[in-house]
């Protein structure tokens, strides 16, 4: 295919923009987590695989629509981390007091062991069979553009979410009051803001998220116990090419990662998408330590 | 993480087993006592998605063996259970598992684990011991140079055979041209390399050739351009993962050529549910059983595994791990539990099974030709070749 065809081609930029929404709101949960409280959830993914497994159940055990059934599921979400919070991780950022690293190290061994007990019951509980299901399957053009109804749906979700959370932290008080906490944390407590409930609430929507991609996950692809690790791992790149707490740039990371995987593999092969993907990435870190969009001077 | 499954229920067999042992006569101490057969399987881990239907097989079988008295060894009937450990998807892991089921566990008899690289690795492990054991689900030029003598390979997909085979079936419903698309994980990639250079020596155009990674995400440009060459058809040289992607997208961009093969994944039930029965219809992909009369059992092993489990077998997998139990039951019943007797059975005798007889020539099945399937309304059906065939090729019209 011409190079000039290659980037004009609305279908590719389709697949771009699905690809890259999803990434997008993986990432955005991942990195509210990390973001407030300096924890890095290695067990993000397999959140979004039990997301998948309430979308799948709930569409063909009770015959409810992944889309009806996805706030519901995201509620959910949002409640288990709340618990969690709660009663893990509140805990433990009390014993630390100051001593981040420590805490840093913790967490992350703590969500390594959620991660594999997660993976583990969910094989026990569910079989470790490759899930999957037809929803929205029908085709659409527009123009010369192809869509499948599922994969369009996805997109708009995915990419209303973010904007929506992007308002929110923006516009409303307890998003302010997160931002102040992912930014100076000591200088929000300082100013009155009440840090454990911005954890909680991070905690509460970052779980959501994740369990909402699940769902989305869920109509496009087959999955399993153990397919959640993929969605840690793209959600870690993005977040650090964006710049660890940065929110507003990891949802343009995401983009980019999404266009890399498109374009990219268009332009070249798609035997190089690794090549691609972890080039960008080592030559980021390199370039730009501190994500590619960091602002400098202001973070940390 | 090395607990047999289901441990509880193991140990207090094999008390039972072991109590009435030292109750009853010593002559019927052996009869009473449980035969054990061990095997790792990946329960956990990257592959644990690829088991179940391996798994569900032998469950059902050691269920069937057990209503009907027990496994015939040597003239009496013992009956079986299990010491299954998790390999966690690693080929090392199953090579020490298989040294201790051996060793420690001291097993009566071993089956197969899931995939080529577990079989290759525990090969010598079976040799060291001089323990026969029957493998399944395994394939790949590379298990020739595995030395004979102590495991066989009842599988005819082996790649070279499909490349010439393929080539064949393509002749043979006149297709000019084809687009080949190729995951890049061995076996697939092993089909690459033995199918080009047969569809070139028989005049079929390859207009386009592409190779794909294992965690390709999407496949929109590589699809796009094949539509583009517009070719009779696609060979999707694809992962289970990858063929539900491949049926998807192709469905999306229209990708409409009549022949559309994809190699790993249709086989399994997994695959029509999540592309729909409509997209999963016409579609091509290996494996050499379908039930059909002439195969005594085919269809009650069939009927038995829809009932027990609520979805067909794996026409692949599931057939081969049904047909290497068959092979070892045989064995069994006429040597009992000497090795080398087994070992020398297995080489030399030809066994009836649900996909034909069976005759091993070094370590591999010298009788079962390789063989495509096709879903048609629904089911999967043998269309090639002609002489085990269950129904006839038809085109694909559209996903």
């Known amino acids: ?300 | 993480m090395q607990r047999p499954h289901p441990p509880r229920r193991l140990v207090l067999g094999s008390l039972a087993a072991a109590g009435l042992a030292l109750c009853g006569l010593p002559a019927r101490a052996q009869a009473d006592k449980p035969l054990r057969l061990g095997f790792s399987m990946a329960r956990t881990g990257m592959l644990a998605n690829a088991t179940p239907s391996q798994l569900n097989t032998y469950e059902l079988w050691r269920e069937q063996v057990n209503a009907r008295g027990g496994m015939d060894v040597g003239g009496v009937k013992r009956k079986v259970e299990f010491v299954m450990y998790d390999d966690q998807s690693k080929p090392e892991q199953a090579v020490r598992i298989y040294e201790k089921l051996i060793t420690d566990d001291k097993v009566d008899l071993l089956l197969a684990p899931w995939g080529t690289p577990f079989h290759i690795a525990i090969a010598p492990v079976l040799e060291k011991y001089k323990f026969p054991m029957v493998g399944n689900t395994a394939a790949s030029v590379a298990l020739r140079q595995v030395k004979p003598g102590y495991i066989w390979f009842p599988t005819s997909a082996i790649p070279d055979r499909i490349g010439v085979e393929l080539t064949a079936f393509l002749k043979a419903n006149n297709v000019k041209s084809a687009v080949v698309i190729a995951n890049v994980l061995p076996f697939t990639k092993e089909i690459k390399n033995y199918l080009e250079p047969e569809l070139k020596k028989a005049g079929i155009e390859v207009k386009m050739s592409a190779e794909y990674p294992p965690d390709v995400k999407d496949m929109t440009s590589m699809l796009t351009q094949a539509k583009q060459a517009n070719a009779d058809a696609v060979l999707a040289l694809a992962y289970p993962g990858d063929s539900v992607l491949y049926a998807k997208q192709a469905k999306e961009l229209g990708l409409n050529s009549k022949f559309q093969f994809v190699a790993i994944g249709p086989s399994d039930p997994f695959f029509p549910k999540a592309v729909g029965a409509s997209a999963a219809e016409d579609v091509v992909t290996i494996a050499h059983w379908s039930p059909r009369p002439q195969w005594k059992g085919s269809q009650p092993f069939y009927d038995a595994y829809v009932k027990k489990y609520g979805e067909d077998p794996d026409f692949l997998n599931s057939a081969l791990a049904w047909m290497s139990l068959e092979i070892l039951e045989k064995a069994v019943a006429q040597a009992g539990l000497d090795k080398a007797k087994i070992r020398d059975i297995i080489s030399k005798q030809t066994f009836e099974t649900i996909n034909g007889p069976v005759r091993f020539d070094g370590v591999q099945n010298a009788i079962t030709p390789t063989a495509f399937v096709q879903y048609q309304s629904g089911r999967l059906q043998v269309v090639w070749p002609k002489s085990i065939a269950s129904s006839q090729f038809k085109a694909k019209t559209g996903w």
């Open chain 1, 1 to 300: 295919m011409p190079v000039a065809d290659v980037l004009l081609s609305g279908q590719l930029l389709f697949a771009a923009l699905v690809t890259g929404a999803l990434y997008a709101l993986v990432a955005l949960g991942l990195n509210l987590v990390y973001g407030t409280m300096r924890m890095l959830n290695v067990a993000h993914g397999d959140l979004v695989m039990l997301g998948a497994y309430a979308g799948f159940w709930a569409f063909s055990l009770v015959g409810v629509s992944p889309l009806v059934a996805a706030p519901l599921i995201a509620l959910a979400g949002a409640g288990i981390g709340w618990g969690l919070y709660r009663v893990l991780f509140r805990r433990l950022l009390g014993g630390f007091g100051t001593n981040s690293a420590r805490m840093e190290g913790n967490s992350l061994l703590l969500f390594f062991g959620l991660s594999i007990i997660v993976q583990n019951v969910a094989a026990a509980a569910f079989t470790p069979n490759n899930r999957g299901y037809t929803y929205l399957e029908n085709v659409v053009h527009v123009g010369n553009v192809a869509m499948t109804v599922n994969r369009l749906a996805a997109l708009i979700v995915a990419g209303l979410t973010c904007i929506g959370v992007a308002f929110f932290l923006g516009r409303s008080v307890l998003g302010l009051a997160m931002r102040a906490v992912i930014e100076r944390r000591d200088a929000a407590r300082v100013v009155g803001v009440d840090v454990d409930r911005v954890q909680a609430t991070s905690f509460a929507l970052g779980f959501a998220t994740a369990a909402l991609a699940g769902v989305l996950v869920s109509m496009l692809e087959q999955f399993s116990p153990f397919s959640g690790f993929q969605f840690t791992i793209a959600g870690f790149i993005v977040i650090i090419l964006g710049g660890l707490g940065n929110l507003m740039a990891g949802l343009v990371a995401a983009l980019l990662l999404g266009m890399i995987e498109t374009y990219g593999v268009a332009l070249t092969s798609a035997n190089l998408r690794s090549v691609l993907l972890y080039g960008l990435f080592v030559l980021t870190l390199l370039v730009f330590p501190n994500g590619l969009l960091a602002r400098s001077g202001v973070r940390r």
